[in-house]
């Protein structure tokens, strides 16, 4: 080998390093595993994974209504991530998110089903309380952990399940109860925060969106809320009050390193209080965009959970904690859980299949401290040739 | 250097790179066979890195190993392990609930027919090397159960019981007190006498005492190697460091001005409730250095606690310019101008995983000088930061963005005394200030406490572990106390714990 053309390997070597030392080439890296893990499986099973994964493709993105699925599905667990991710950046494990996302349903409904106002008035009255649900779960989590000490894994489990139950005592309650249903009374048509509700489905409206096929389309047959860009200025909103305001910089000290916050003078007993309510707070917020984005706007008896918590914790883990990266995860994660549907229709494989590359994509991720290591072993196998040429 | 037969380990132009960081530029290392050889230099020198390369971890990019005069290859540990090189790393490697035994044979263990564990024969083995060199260790402790000392010679003992003829210790000293320290030296000195070949990275101290020869590497480059017995301690330092070390601080008369901290009757309290502070007084006017000594844990903790009123004062009164700030708020003391370096810089006074930017505002993030209404201005934190950066020498230059754990320990010391002394404090309570730094660095505090101090600044230096006439506290009154300060005994009327803690010899 020339000197030149080793120059060259070297230059090319030290640039596939640095590309697989990003966080993000990880990611890809596992996605990409958790697509051949299910090949693999889906081949051996006796599906065509090719049709398969085109059936996915095309549940996703063949029609308008499909991408405003999508979008639908994942903006509940985009904000539950934002809120694992928030409560990790300041050291704290919010496995309470799904407990926080049924507050923040069930007080949506407390409020928006009995009040009616203007829709000015009414939307953000039963948002805020949904919010305000969430936030006071995640409160009560954070008091327990400053106050007593009490992990807040364990406050945070036994929450979830009290409210799930809290859940469906409103739902059989006299003043919530829809008759003959497992239901409770929608909350009331003022607090719908579907885009345009009224208009869409109205005679100007119907024939305005007839003369735009895909429009009518992505609004008419979807529920299509503000939802999925509340859940993006929360995630930018999350990131500034983290990284750029003087009280995400007290919470990560606090939750870095909580003996020097404390020499540092900071309260560390409140911020961990003010973390879990903010963390609180996003899951509530989600609970309460369902209730009012989308049909049945009630809340009905759950016999376990619905997994937006969880799922949220698998949302945060592939954006490797970063709240912008939750969007993208959370749309990845959306897309595979409505796309998977047609997997089922199309080819005749289990739904299973999709959790089974949810799960490998995140064990991945897991994994994906291994990158950087493979990085360091290609510079230094890279080295040992260099040596020998030498 | 030609191969020689008689020299156990010959390094010869090892060359270490990272990224486009030379930490060792051409570096020749020849040790003599049973003799203790020391590798000298400051932290971040590249002495660690050196033997991580004869050890096997790290790849040299260039430069070649000889041992007793023949070419060989160390790729991995392994690699040395086969060529009888056994090393301790600064931080030991052994499983807490495992007994000493266990930890030793574990990953070399003693096997009966069918791969059935014969730890009887293991112990045997284990307790033979134990007789053989001294080492005192009881094979059926569990790891937990013994002190740190102990610990350290199990690390050695494993690195013996895999037939090691070539020991490196790195900084074996900095986690061990002064009378495990004597026991260390006694155990490498009959481990040369049984022909074994030590080799131990140092930051100064106690080398005089410990080792024949003496390596000396300062950023990467091999300064010399000289008989230590021919060298004062001044010298090696100066060596060390590149210019010349004042072991000696130099300083003007003090000028003391009025008290500033005053201190009566303090009771403090340890977490079991029992009184660690029994009714002390003392008081510090400005411009002056006033020494407090006694062992760890005769009250040092809890007096410091009380003064940042992170615990309670159960009697008595702290004052600062007569003003009373005891069970106040940590704020309050800040407001007071109270400035505190700690002997536990890691753990209370940086977040490791912040940026140094980030940890240079970690007391006054609430100026509006560091961003209005909530919001942080990241370009006056920069600014901040770099400017301490440069007026204190923190190295490397660079830093503001990367993660206060990435600097060496120095430097992070740098970046606390930076931060504290930047508020132009009127009382500074300084906590083993130079703990676990080497000489340059120790150096530097020295010179800054002394600026302080002629800045007109009320000192408080506490000491730990400073009884038994150990280098700390004859180092005090040497270089810091002379006429200005004055001694006052922490935690009167106590009893003094057992000493030392491990029953010693």
């Known amino acids: 080998m020339t000197r030149q053309t080793q120059g060259a390997a070297a230059a090319q070597a030290g640039m596939v390093q640095r590309i697989l030392h990003r966080p993000i080439t990880a990611t890809l890296i596992a996605i990409a595993l958790g697509f051949g893990v299910a090949a693999a499986l889906l081949a051996a099973a006796g599906y065509d994974p090719g049709a398969s994964f085109a059936a996915l493709f095309e549940g996703v993105f063949s029609k308008p209504k499909y991408v405003s699925n999508t979008i639908i599905k994942a903006a509940p667990i985009i904000l539950t991530g934002i809120s694992v991710a928030f409560a990790f950046k300041t ?260 739904t299973d299949i999709i959790n089974i590359m949810i799960g490998t994509i995140v064990f991945f991720v897991a994994l994906a401290r291994v990158v950087p290591l493979v990085a360091d072993l290609l510079e230094r196998r890279a080295q040992k040739r260099g040596a020998r040429h030498a | 250097m030609e191969p020689d037969a008689s020299l156990a380990v010959q390094m010869r132009g090892i060359v270490k790179e990272f990224g486009t960081f030379r930490a060792l530029d051409h570096v020749d290392l020849a040790v003599k066979r049973g003799s203790i050889h020391a590798v000298l230099g400051e932290n971040g020198a590249g002495k660690s890195t050196l033997m991580n390369v004869l050890y096997g971890l790290y790849r040299a990019e260039a430069g070649e190993i000889l041992l007793n005069g023949e070419r060989v290859e160390i790729t991995c540990p392994t690699d040395a392990i086969a060529h009888g090189i056994g090393m301790v790393h600064q931080h030991f490697m052994l499983v807490d609930n495992f007994t000493v035994t266990e930890n030793i044979v574990l990953g070399d263990e003693v096997c009966g027919a069918a791969g059935v564990l014969d730890m009887k024969r293991a112990r045997e083995a284990v307790a033979r090397i134990i007789e053989t060199y001294g080492l005192e260790v009881d094979p059926d402790a569990k790891i937990e159960e013994i002190s740190v000392g102990q610990q350290q010679r199990v ?105 500033v901290l005053s201190i009566r009757d303090l009771v403090v309290e340890d977490e079991r409730g029992v009184e660690a502070v029994r009714g002390l007084s003392l008081s510090v006017r400005a411009g002056e250095i006033v020494g ?7 009250g040092q903790c809890e007096l410091v ?113 930076a931060r504290e002394v930047s508020g132009e404090p009127d009382v500074l309570i300084a906590v083993q200030p130079t703990r676990g730094l080497d000489v340059g660095a120790i150096e530097y505090v020295h010179r800054a406490l002394v600026a302080e101090r002629d800045r007109g600044t009320a000192i408080l230096l506490i000491s730990t572990r400073a009884r038994r006439g150990h280098e700390r506290i004859r180092h005090h009154r040497r270089h810091l106390q002379r006429q200005d300060h004055r001694h006052v005994q922490a935690g009167r009327g106590r009893r003094e714990p057992p000493w030392p803690p491990h029953g010693g010899r």
């Open chain 2, 292 to 298: 407090l000594a006694g062992i760890d844990g005769n």
């Open chain 2, 155 to 259: 690390e050695i003992l494993k690195a013996l019981y895999r037939g090691a003829d070539i020991l490196i210790l790195d900084e074996p000293t900095a986690v061990l007190t002064p009378q495990e320290i004597e026991r260390l030296v006694r155990i490498m000195r009959e481990l040369a006498s049984a022909g074994k070949t030590v080799i131990i990275t140092h930051k100064l101290k106690e080398i005089k005492a410990s080792s024949d020869a003496c390596t000396i590497i300062r950023r990467g480059v091999q300064v010399g190697t000289v008989d230590v017995s021919r060298a004062s301690e001044e010298e090696l330092a100066e060596l060390m460091v590149g210019h010349h070390v004042n072991l000696v601080v130099e300083k003007a008369p003090a000028a003391p001005g009025e008290t």
């Open chain 1, 91 to 350: 050291g704290l494990f919010n496995i309470g998110a799904e407990g926080q996302y049924i507050a923040g349903a069930v007080c949506a409904v407390l409020v928006g089903a009995k009040l009616d106002l203007p829709m000015p008035l009414q939307i953000p009255l039963v948002v805020i309380a949904g919010v305000a649900g969430g936030a006071l779960i995640g409160a009560i989590t954070g008091a327990l952990k400053a106050r007593f000490g009490i992990h807040e894994v364990i406050t945070s489990i036994m929450l979830n399940w009290t409210m799930l139950y809290l859940n469906n005592f409103v739902v059989q309650s006299a003043a919530y109860h829809r008759p003959t249903s497992t239901s409770s009374i929608p909350v009331n048509a003022s607090s719908f925060t579907t885009i345009l509700p009224a208009w869409k489905t109205s005679d100007a409206g119907l024939e305005t969106l007839r003369q735009v096929p895909w429009l009518y389309d992505f609004l008419v047959k979807t529920d299509v809320n503000i939802a999925f860009l509340v859940a993006v200025l929360v995630a930018v909103g999350a990131w500034f009050v983290l990284f750029r305001s003087k009280l995400g910089y007290e919470l990560r000290a606090v939750g870095f390193s909580r003996d020097a916050a404390e020499f540092a003078g900071m309260p560390v007993g409140r911020n961990t209080l003010i973390a879990m309510a903010i963390a609180g707070a996003i899951p509530g917020l989600a609970g309460a965009l369902m209730v009012t984005g989308v049909e049945p706007h009630s809340i009905s008896t759950l016999a376990g959970f619905e997994n937006y918590g969880f799922n949220g914790f698998s949302v945060a883990l592939i954006a490797g904690s970063s709240p912008i990266g939750c969007i993208f995860a959370g749309l990845l994660f959306g897309g595979m859980i409505y796309g998977g549907q047609s997997v089922q229709m199309a080819v005749g494989a289990p």
């Open chain 2, 305 to 417: 606690e009380a003064i940042t009123c992170l615990s309670r004062a159960k009697a008595g009164t702290i004052a600062v310019h007569g003003e009373e700030i005891q069970n106040t708020s940590v704020r309050n003391v800040h407001a007071h101008k109270v400035a505190t370096i700690h002997e536990d810089r890691q753990r209370r006074r940086l977040v490791l995983l912040f940026t140094v930017a980030e940890n240079a505002i970690l007391e006054r993030y609430r100026d509006p000088a560091f961003g209005r209404r909530g919001i942080l201005d990241r370009a006056a934190m920069s600014s901040f930061a770099e400017g301490l950066i440069e007026a204190y020498d923190i190295r490397p230059a660079d830093n503001a963005d990367k993660p206060a754990r990435a600097l060496s320990g120095g430097n992070q010391q740098k970046v606390i005394i």
